[in-house]
């Protein structure tokens, strides 16, 4: 009795596993369905989300089986993001399952019959300067027998970076309208021996390029350049960019009086951010010890000058643990960077919230005097702060 009932199992397990060996499926995925490959590698085109690739996704599976049945499958993919110092991509993260963002694969497919094939589409947003690795892995359940898993073969998606400049101006004393050709035009008065940009926020690039010229706002026009190159030793733009040793390297300086013109591009595709207005003035030392206590030559008379009162409070400084930064009400800070005595930054952070104050932990830091450099919404600061 006991051995007809073996037999009996043995049968049912070997029907099974026939069913099942009978089952062969063969799914594949691609990135790419208008080429010939089926990875992909592009520049973003979202419309909706700018700075993302809309990656669509087709997966296709054929059936041969005699057993109709339904489809599963899981989505799966790893990511590593392109390095602008090293100029080339990190190392791969790992590999986790993910649920595509549009027109998602349906988890149960229609009944199968012989031979058949399955296609389903789905949809998904990739940052650019990122390269994904992504398979799907697909699951048969026929009606009679246990499920078949395969997995998609692994296919990349490469989303190229776009070069792009950005700048802003450190130690901006005032901003006014001045009259030009266009209208109106936001110029800024800066300190003449303190010209400089921070070029940090440009992204992707590997060479950075400067103009700095002498303009006429009435007539729209270049005087001269001071300078007009690309700056040696390529590379991304960096946080600190005098204004005043590159002029220096042609025989130029920055002469009160004048406007001036400057503008930051990038490559390796070329990009140009906004070109910014400005004039300097002699700054010189009040007599105090305190580098900051600044006297002024005034600004010219027949100019507007913006009223909004720019100062920056610090407390407490020095400091040990947190640090409160408050700037104008009608400014709000974005990000922050602390620099040693090397230029090197140390520590850097921005800001989800708005707001004109925030707080910093600098627990971490040691002993010192450091370069502390804020970003608003409007402009630039840079200050001391001592860490006890």
Same mark, same amino acid.
């Given at each position: 009795?006991?051995?007809?009932?073996?037999?009996?199992?043995?049968?049912?397990?070997?029907?099974?596993?026939?069913?099942?060996?009978?089952?062969?499926?063969?799914?594949?995925?691609?990135?790419?369905?208008?080429?010939?490959?089926?990875?992909?590698?592009?520049?973003?085109?979202?419309?909706?989300?700018?700075? #993302?690739?809309?990656?669509?996704?087709?997966?296709?599976?054929?059936?041969?089986?005699?057993?109709?049945?339904?489809?599963?499958?899981?989505?799966?993919?790893?990511?590593?993001?392109?390095?602008?110092?090293? %100029?080339?991509?990190?190392?791969?993260?790992?590999?986790?399952?993910?649920?595509?963002?549009?027109?998602?694969?349906?988890?149960?497919?229609?009944? %199968?019959?012989?031979?058949?094939?399955?296609?389903?589409?789905?949809?998904?947003?990739?940052?650019?300067?990122?390269?994904?690795?992504? #398979?799907?892995?697909?699951?048969?359940?026929?009606?009679?027998?246990?499920?078949?898993?395969?997995?998609?073969?692994?296919?990349?998606?490469?989303?190229?970076?776009?070069?792009?400049?950005?700048?802003?101006?450190?130690?901006?004393?005032?901003? %006014?309208?001045?009259?030009?050709?266009?209208?109106?035009?936001?110029?800024?008065?800066?300190?003449?021996?303190?010209?400089?940009?921070?070029?940090?926020?440009?992204?992707?690039?590997?060479?950075?390029?400067?103009?700095?010229?002498?303009?006429?706002?009435?007539?729209?026009?270049?005087?001269?350049?001071?300078?007009?190159?690309?700056?040696?030793? $390529?590379?991304?733009?960096?946080?600190?960019?005098?204004?005043?040793?590159?002029?220096?390297?042609?025989?130029?300086?920055?002469?009160?009086?004048?406007?001036?013109?400057?503008?930051?591009?990038?490559?390796?595709?070329?990009?140009?951010?906004?070109?910014?207005?400005?004039?300097?003035?002699?700054?010189?030392?009040? $007599?105090?010890?305190?580098?900051?206590?600044?006297?002024?030559?005034?600004?010219?008379?027949?100019?507007?000058?913006?009223?909004?009162?720019?100062?920056?409070?610090?407390?407490?400084?020095?400091?040990?643990?947190?640090?409160?930064?408050?700037?104008?009400?009608?400014?709000?800070?974005?990000?922050?960077?602390?620099?040693?005595?090397?230029?090197?930054?140390?520590?850097?952070?921005?800001?989800?919230?708005?707001?004109?104050?925030?707080?910093?932990?600098?627990?971490?830091?040691?002993?010192?005097?450091?370069?502390?450099?804020?970003?608003?919404?409007? %402009?630039? #600061?840079?200050?001391?702060?001592?860490?006890?």
């Amino acid at each position: 009795m006991k051995k007809s009932i073996l037999i009996f199992l043995f049968a049912i397990f070997g029907c099974i596993a026939n069913a099942n060996a009978q089952i062969i499926i063969t799914p594949d995925l691609d990135l790419d369905p208008n080429s010939g490959s089926k990875d992909i590698t592009a520049y973003p085109n979202s419309v909706t989300y700018p700075e #993302y690739y809309e990656l669509n996704m087709r997966l296709s599976v054929m059936v041969n089986t005699t057993e109709s049945g339904k489809f599963s499958t899981t989505s799966y993919r790893r990511m590593r993001t392109w390095n602008n110092t090293t %100029q080339a991509y990190g190392a791969w993260g790992s590999w986790g399952t993910f649920t595509p963002n549009m027109n998602v694969f349906p988890n149960l497919g229609p009944s %199968q019959p012989v031979a058949s094939s399955y296609v389903g589409t789905a949809r998904t947003y990739q940052l650019e300067g990122t390269q994904i690795e992504y #398979y799907i892995r697909v699951t048969f359940i026929p009606t009679v027998g246990g499920s078949v898993v395969k997995n998609t073969p692994t296919r990349t998606a490469t989303i190229l970076g776009v070069p792009t400049a950005c700048f802003s101006m450190y130690n901006v004393i005032s901003t %006014q309208n001045e009259p030009s050709y266009y209208g109106p035009m936001p110029v800024k008065t800066i300190c003449q021996n303190a010209v400089t940009i921070n070029g940090s926020c440009s992204k992707f690039e590997n060479a950075y390029h400067i103009r700095i010229s002498e303009f006429n706002l009435a007539t729209w026009t270049f005087v001269s350049d001071l300078y007009n190159n690309w700056v040696p030793g $390529g590379g991304e733009a960096p946080t600190f960019i005098s204004l005043n040793a590159l002029a220096a390297t042609n025989g130029k300086v920055l002469t009160p009086g004048k406007v001036y013109l400057v503008n930051l591009s990038v490559g390796p595709t070329w990009n140009s951010a906004e070109a910014q207005f400005f004039r300097v003035i002699t700054c010189r030392q009040s $007599g105090s010890e305190d580098a900051s206590e600044l006297q002024t030559i005034e600004a010219p008379s027949d100019v507007t000058i913006d009223e909004t009162v720019q100062e920056i409070k610090l407390y407490p400084n020095p400091v040990k643990d947190e640090l409160t930064i408050i700037v104008n009400e009608v400014e709000k800070i974005v990000s922050y960077s602390i620099f040693d005595n090397s230029g090197n930054a140390v520590k850097k952070g921005e800001f989800t919230t708005e707001s004109n104050e925030q707080k910093v932990n600098l627990n971490e830091l040691r002993q010192g005097i450091y370069l502390l450099n804020i970003e608003t919404n409007k %402009q630039s #600061y840079r200050e001391k702060i001592i860490k006890e």
